[in-house]
């Protein structure tokens, strides 16, 4: 009785964070009603026995990304009333992109069948919570079934980072930089010039 209510309370809290992440006109709130659908979402997966998972969504989306958007927005100072100018312009497209997305959705639920046995495999992927725990659990999935998987996707983050770095990279003219092999080249006679100046003839 109280998992379930405790389950509901945090569930509404989450839905309702969630959607004024969207409707909040001010970005800072925003982030800050983020932040506590973060910490919900982590209530949830404590009550289905995950606390590693909860843990990870703390520390990595609540420490780390849902402070770096706050300091972003803070610290930009960004004027969105110029950028919500164009998004009456193109509100049909979003509409019809999100209907789009919510039919394939709708098809994919509706065509979802499970294999022969499915669910076996799904009792028998991790051994009983009595004999391990939830993080041991989880690390020998990780790292035996799908440790290919997971160093693709550690592949696909490191792309995604360097294409980030290159979009974002640009060349700025004027801007003095470091030459390390000019400055092991230098002698001593490219560093000074003696010029012999007469007396009262000045420089």
């Known amino acids: 009785m109280v998992t379930a209510i405790t389950f509901y309370i945090f569930a509404t809290i989450l839905v309702g964070s969630a959607i004024m992440v969207v409707f909040s006109k001010n970005p800072v709130h925003s982030v800050l009603f983020l932040i506590l659908a973060f910490f919900n ?8 026995g995950a606390e590693f998972v909860a843990m990870i969504l703390v520390i990595v989306y609540v420490g780390a ?9 803070m610290m930009l100072d960004i004027n969105f009333t110029e950028l919500r100018k164009g998004v009456q312009d193109y509100l049909p497209i979003g509409l019809l992109i999100g209907f789009i997305l919510l039919a394939e959705m709708v098809i994919i639920a509706g065509g979802w069948t499970m294999t022969d046995g499915i669910a076996t495999a799904m009792t028998t992927a991790t051994p009983p919570a009595s004999e391990v725990t939830n993080t041991d659990a989880i690390g020998r999935v990780l790292y035996t079934d799908y440790i290919f ?3 693709l996707a550690g592949l696909i983050l490191l792309v995604a980072m360097i294409g980030a770095i290159v979009l974002t990279h640009r060349k700025r003219d004027g801007v003095k930089k470091q030459n390390i092999g000019d400055q092991v080249r230098r002698r001593r006679s490219d560093a000074y010039e003696a010029v012999d100046v007469k007396p009262g003839s000045g420089i």
């Not at 979402?41 to 289905?48: E, R, T």
């Open 65 to 73: 990304v849902a402070v770096m958007f706050l300091f972003v927005v």
């Open 41 to 48: 979402a982590a209530g949830l997966f404590v009550l289905l």
């Open 149 to 151: 998987l997971f160093q």
